[in-house]
């Protein structure tokens, strides 16, 4: 079965690469799609032309010992069959799962470019995803629970869109969070408001452990109350801190806010986000003293989530505005909306 391969763009200026004819070449990306995930493919010349040149008068064979004397491929037999390998096929070709379908002997293992210690070591994520499990001090974005930027574990990272891509939401880093894995998957393709006015943090912090198998063995949500206050305990310091926005805060003492009224404080990035999530809402800081007078009022665990409740609200006030105005223009009237 051929398989998609990925072309590098440094391909074409590969040192042995340019020493090939051109048929060479196109023949050797040919061979890629030809290979199992190892760079191992089966040396039938035949097969291989019928494959990639069908409707071509072209020696294949000559091609391949060209290939192989500028050094890209190496034949080897392995239980009495002949097979071909790419070199180092395996660094440059990294699909998600790999399959191996023919034989690797040791010798021909480093010549694919086979990392020393494979499996061994766990899987490093991606650069951006180290970037965003840095500005977050290593939690979840929604659950503030521990994540790794490791791969295929179960407390791994996963980059999430905030905004969902299905709904306009842009591939931008301010639109992008790390998350773990059972917030990501719960989260779906709901929108950050409406996610977090769905399920409150204990909620995720619960539904985590018990995905992650780390505290709970007994299932649903089945820890104990004492558990269950101490998580709130600790939910609730860590938003506090989101709240507040870590950085700013310990470098300026807690100056450089955008907002600060009582209870609700926030940074420059979190205002702007939010006045342009709620673009509706004409005037965020009037909105945002209204809010925190409300919550002033408001019991101590109430008035210590607000930074996952606020948005809920704000959003509540921006579809009422944005239905209203509407209406207003159905009435054949008119009515102007601060463009975000
Ligand atoms: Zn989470």
Known sequence: MSRIRSVHPGLWTDER??????????LLIGIWGEC?????????????KMR???????????????????????????????????????????????????????????????????????????????????????LCFYCSE??????KKATSLEIDHRKPLALGGEDSVANLVAACKPCNSLKGALPEAVFRERFAVNDLVANCREKRGSHSANGKFADSERDAKTRDGEATK???EEGGRRKDEKKDGGANYAFAGRTIR?????????????????????????LDAWLGKQPDDKRKSWFHQVPGMLNRKHQELLSAAKAEARAGGEMELPIA
């Open 17 to 26: 690469f340019v020493c090939g004819s051109m048929q060479a070449r196109l």
């Open 146 to 151: 521990e994540i790794t930027y490791y791969r």
């Open 36 to 48: 199992d995930d190892q760079g191992v493919f089966e040396w039938a010349p035949l097969k291989l």
């Open 238 to 240: 860590q938003m506090e």
């Open 266 to 290: 926030l940074n420059q990035a979190d205002f702007n986000n939010w006045r342009s999530r709620f673009h509706a809402i004409p005037d965020m800081a009037a909105e945002l003293t209204a």
């Open 52 to 138: 990639i040149f069908p409707a071509d008068n072209i020696a294949i064979a000559d091609h391949l010992n060209e290939l192989g004397q500028i050094g890209l491929i190496q034949s080897f037999s392995a239980d009495g069959r002949n097979y071909g390998a790419v070199r180092n096929f395996m660094k440059w070709q990294r699909p998600k799962s790999p399959q191996a379908v023919h034989p690797l002997p040791d010798e021909i293992a480093s010549y694919v470019g086979k990392p020393e210690d494979g499996g061994d070591k766990p899987e490093r994520g991606t650069a951006l995803g180290k970037l965003l499990w840095e500005q977050q001090g290593g």
